[in-house]
């Protein structure tokens, strides 16, 4: 590894109570050189993750391949210094933000850039999204201002049940996929005698859940299920969410009269769904085929 | 009865006509769906004004009530009643739900959940269901 090129390093932080590895995207496929078993350090939980997130990084980081130093010149304002098997020397400034870097950002790192050029100092400018969970390199390539975006490869937390990683987030999303077009395939089975009315799933609505954003899980597509008689829609199941308290997801059942909550709740083989009453949120009725024909007004 | 309830019911009846908007097929559901979060997270901010501006007054009533007493401490409650402007919404809680501990840790982590949201305008997923969570803010101003 040499500090040469930003597109090929692999990079560890904490963020809040996550540890993030970001690494380049658009390329061939590589391992992940940071491992949750041997490289989860333990830390002091958070409760606020955006609260002293700079600090936080600028202390954890590493960069594999590379040794971290404190940084040997106080002038070029870097936080730390990282060096190469052959002694080559990367300053980097660090800047945290819960966005991407503005134009105004950009102004500013191009002019510490070209400053430390001047001093003849490699210096790169390192932009952490720790909203979205993207790291913008800004460099000096000669005379060329350069922007690289990499992206988190893995991301995991350490809890007291063990490591909770991207992979457990992405698995709860496809199976909560999975639970919502298998209730509106029974859907379809129950409406399959009536006629005159038919079932929709043009439409959809898009799930990008909190702790999506914070694993970096990418936002999905989740369809609507649409019951429609005489070209009028009756009921439209729309899903609303699936980390929520005390369920394990919620699908609004909109009608003419009403709005309905459909929860999932876990039973010995998997889940049932259950109707809760507008009135009563305690009061709950099994979803089945008599309860979805009394809420499209058939008899 | 509080303000909390004609907020609830204007949030249940607004949320209702975006409901079905969605279900009349009017409009991007993406667009709806951020019309949702924002009504969402508008009346969470405004439960939270209006449950704190209760929770503040009460906490002056009892306060008052206490400094009235003939015991020593209500010199320490006259001290209180003449530095209310500064007391934190969390002390006020920790005089109203004294007697109840579990409520008293709730409410302390949902204040910490709406200040972040005051910051983020992110919903915590424990008020998702804004016309469950402003019913349950209401039955607590019933039994203070």
Same mark, same amino acid.
Request: net charge negative; aromatic share 8%.
């Given at each position: 590894?040499?500090?040469?090129?930003?597109?090929?390093?692999?990079?560890?932080?904490?963020?809040?109570?996550? %540890?993030?590895?970001?690494?380049?995207?658009?390329?061939?496929?590589?391992?992940?050189?940071?491992?949750?078993?041997?490289? $989860?350090?333990?830390?002091?939980?958070?409760?606020?993750?955006?609260? #002293?997130?700079?600090?936080?990084?600028?202390?954890?980081?590493?960069?594999?391949?590379?040794?971290?130093?404190?940084?040997?010149?106080? $002038?070029?304002?870097?936080?730390?210094?990282?060096? +190469?098997?052959?002694?080559?020397?990367?300053?980097?400034?660090?800047?945290?933000? +819960?966005?991407?870097?503005?134009?105004?950002?950009?102004?500013?790192?191009?002019?510490?850039?070209?400053?430390?050029?001047?001093?003849?100092?490699?210096?790169?400018?390192?932009?952490?999204?720790?909203?979205?969970?993207?790291?913008?390199?800004?460099?000096?390539?000669?005379?060329?201002?350069?922007?690289?975006?990499?992206?988190?490869?893995?991301?995991?937390?350490?809890?007291?049940? !063990?490591?909770?990683?991207?992979? %457990?987030?992405?698995?709860?999303?496809?199976?909560?996929?999975?639970?919502?077009?298998?209730?509106?395939?029974?859907?379809?089975?129950?409406? *399959?005698?009536?006629?005159?009315?038919?079932?929709?799933?043009?439409?959809?609505?898009?799930? $990008?859940?909190?702790?999506?954003?914070?694993?970096?899980?990418?936002?999905?597509?989740?369809?609507?299920?649409?019951?429609?008689?005489?070209?009028?829609?009756?009921? *439209?199941?729309?899903?609303?969410?699936?980390?929520?308290? !005390?369920?394990?997801?919620?699908?609004?059942?909109?009608?003419?009269?009403?709005?309905?909550?459909?929860?999932?709740?876990?039973?010995?083989?998997?889940?049932?769904?259950?109707?809760?009453?507008?009135?009563?949120?305690?009061?709950?009725?099994?979803?089945?085929?008599?309860?979805?024909?009394?809420?499209?007004?058939?008899? | 009865? *509080?303000?909390?309830?004609?907020?609830?019911?204007?949030?249940?009846?607004?949320?209702?006509?975006?409901?079905?908007?969605?279900?009349?097929?009017?409009?991007?559901?993406?667009?709806?769906?951020?019309?949702?979060?924002?009504?969402?997270?508008?009346?969470?901010?405004?439960?939270?004004?209006?449950?704190?501006?209760?929770?503040?007054?009460?906490?002056?009533?009892?306060?008052?009530?206490?400094?009235?007493?003939?015991?020593?401490?209500?010199?320490?409650? #006259?001290?209180?009643?003449?530095?209310?402007?500064?007391?934190?919404?969390?002390?006020?809680?920790?005089?109203?739900? %004294?007697? #109840?501990?579990?409520?008293?840790? $709730?409410?302390?982590?949902?204040?910490?959940?709406? #200040?972040?949201?005051?910051?983020?305008?992110?919903?915590?997923?424990?008020?998702?269901?804004? *016309?469950?969570?402003?019913?349950?803010?209401?039955?607590?101003?019933?039994?203070?």
């Amino acid at each position: 590894m040499t500090t040469s090129s930003p597109t090929q390093r692999q990079i560890l932080v904490h963020i809040g109570n996550r %540890h993030v590895v970001f690494g380049p995207t658009g390329t061939i496929p590589q391992a992940i050189l940071f491992d949750p078993t041997t490289d $989860s350090e333990e830390f002091l939980r958070v409760a606020d993750e955006n609260e #002293n997130a700079e600090n936080q990084i600028v202390s954890s980081l590493m960069v594999r391949g590379l040794t971290r130093l404190p940084p040997s010149d106080a $002038s070029l304002g870097a936080d730390i210094e990282l060096r +190469d098997d052959s002694e080559h020397r990367l300053f980097v400034d660090i800047k945290v933000k +819960d966005h991407d870097p503005r134009s105004r950002d950009y102004d500013q790192a191009t002019e510490r850039l070209k400053n430390a050029a001047s001093a003849r100092k490699r210096l790169e400018v390192w932009y952490f999204n720790i909203e979205r969970l993207k790291l913008h390199v800004i460099y000096l390539e000669g005379t060329q201002l350069r922007f690289e975006e990499l992206v988190p490869l893995k991301v995991w937390e350490m809890t007291s049940d !063990g490591i909770f990683s991207r992979e %457990h987030v992405a698995e709860e999303v496809d199976d909560w996929l999975k639970r919502v077009t298998g209730l509106y395939d029974e859907i379809q089975t129950w409406l *399959s005698g009536l006629p005159g009315l038919t079932c929709d799933l043009s439409r959809s609505v898009t799930m $990008s859940e909190e702790l999506m954003q914070k694993f970096a899980v990418a936002d999905r597509e989740i369809p609507i299920l649409d019951i429609v008689e005489n070209q009028q829609v009756v009921a *439209s199941f729309v899903p609303r969410g699936l980390w929520i308290i !005390g369920a394990h997801g919620r699908i609004d059942v909109i009608t003419r009269e009403k709005t309905q909550m459909l929860i999932a709740r876990r039973n010995a083989n998997g889940f049932d769904w259950w109707l809760v009453a507008p009135t009563d949120r305690r009061q709950l009725a099994l979803f089945d085929n008599k309860a979805l024909l009394a809420l499209v007004g058939e008899p | 009865m *509080s303000r909390l309830v004609d907020t609830q019911r204007a949030y249940d009846r607004i949320s209702q006509l975006l409901d079905q908007e969605m279900r009349n097929r009017k409009g991007s559901t993406t667009e709806l769906e951020r019309f949702r979060q924002t009504l969402d997270v508008a009346f969470y901010l405004l439960g939270w004004a209006q449950f704190e501006y209760l929770v503040r007054k009460e906490a002056e009533d009892q306060i008052e009530a206490k400094a009235k007493g003939h015991t020593v401490e209500r010199h320490a409650w #006259n001290y209180l009643k003449a530095n209310l402007k500064g007391l934190a919404v969390r002390l006020r809680l920790d005089i109203i739900f %004294h007697g #109840n501990p579990v409520v008293r840790n $709730s409410l302390d982590k949902d204040y910490t959940l709406r #200040n972040e949201a005051a910051h983020d305008y992110k919903l915590p997923k424990e008020a998702k269901d804004i *016309s469950g969570w402003l019913k349950s803010l209401e039955k607590l101003v019933d039994d203070f």
